[in-house]
């Protein structure tokens, strides 16, 4: 699985949950402190908050083989990478965006 980047604060996210029989999916977490943002393939990124998912804050990219499963998964300088996050998917070809930090 490739890097996941909030995309509020474009710093890498950590593995809050890794898949397993209980976790159908990973559940990444943004690394900063006090940002309850998550990604979550089928899902994108959304805040959590009081342990629930906040639709109103979703974003959500499909990959035609993945479903949810586009996320930043790198940065240089201003720009955001957005590509399936499973690595060897070819369905997908990345996308780019220039933010402005």
């Not at 900063?32 to 959304?46: I, T």
Request: hydrophobic share 35%; glycine share 2%; proline share 5%.
């Amino acid at each position: 699985m490739l890097e996941v980047f909030c995309d509020i604060h474009q710093l890498p996210m950590k593995v809050f949950a890794s898949q397993s029989d209980r976790w159908p999916f990973s559940v990444f977490r943004c690394t900063e402190q006090g940002c309850s943002r998550h990604f979550v393939e089928r899902h994108g990124y959304h805040n959590v908050t009081n342990e629930l998912m906040d639709i109103s804050t979703q974003t959500l990219k499909h990959c035609p083989a993945h479903a949810g499963a586009v996320a930043i998964t790198a940065i240089e300088e201003s720009t955001l990478f957005w590509n399936c996050i499973h690595p060897d998917c070819e369905a997908s070809e990345p996308t780019f965006e220039v933010c402005s930090r």
